[in-house]
Structures are given as C-alpha cells and as structure tokens.
C-alpha cells in the first residue's frame, strides 16, 4: 500500500495443527491467549480456532488463525518460516509455566545476542517455535 491508499491492518496468522483441542490447549492454558470464535466445515473437512488476547481483532490485536484438517495429524513445516512472536511482563515466569504445563522450551530466558531485550523461545505441540518478548 502506498501513502495515498488506506491503511491496513494485520488481523492473523493462519499455522495448520494435528489436532485442534490440544494446540489451543497450549495457546490458552499455557500463554493465557482465549479462543475467540471457531468455524467448523464439515462440508470442507476442516474447522478453524482464533485465537488472541482481548478482542482480538475488535480490539486492533493480531490473532492465530488454528487450522484442523480432518485426518491430517502432522505436517512437515518445512524451513522457510521463522516464528510467532509473544509479548509477556515476565519471560522467565512464561517459561515456568509452558515447561510446568508440559510444553517444550528451546532457549531459557536471557538478553537477546548483542542486545540486552530478554526473550526465549518455546515450541508449540505441531513444533512451531514461539519467542516471547519481555515488554514490562
């Protein structure tokens, strides 16, 4: 868009999920997101979960668009995508409680290389990695 346009606005990320009520079990229970709204499509063979914090989008807040496919309990992520970002008070008391609910954490809390922003990451159940953000 260019300046003469209107201004977007990002409303989701969409990740595809083996199995819907565990990975919205980590998002909820374990990074204090709420599922918003759900869509299933039996027609399609597939059902969608948003998720978010507050309002998600009627608040102007981004959200994670969980995709279930019927039957399809994995899929290969392949290399070309990064991770989903998290802003939390406290990263060391995020990691405590992904690692305590079950979840898997790949970098412990510290300053990010060359910087002194405290981050960490974590993996959601389908792998996909989650860096939370220290944003007091």
């Known amino acids: ?51 978010g914090y507050g309002d998600g989008n009627a608040s102007g807040g981004a959200e994670i668009e969980l995709t279930y496919n019927y039957g399809t309990e994995k899929y290969e992520q392949g290399n070309a995508f990064g991770h989903l970002a998290v802003g939390v008070p406290d990263v060391a008391a995020a990691v405590e409680a992904v690692r305590d609910g079950g979840g898997k954490v790949t970098r412990e809390p510290g300053p990010v290389k060359f910087g002194t922003t405290v981050i960490a990451f974590v993996e959601d159940p389908d792998g996909y990695k989650i860096e939370l953000i220290e944003r007091r």
């Open 1 to 51: 868009m260019n300046s003469n346009s209107s201004q977007g606005r990002f409303l989701h990320t969409m990740i595809r999920v083996g199995n819907l009520e565990r990975s919205i079990d980590f998002y909820t229970r374990l990074l204090g997101m709420k599922e918003l709204r759900r869509r299933d499509v039996p027609d399609g063979k597939y059902t969608l979960a948003f998720l």
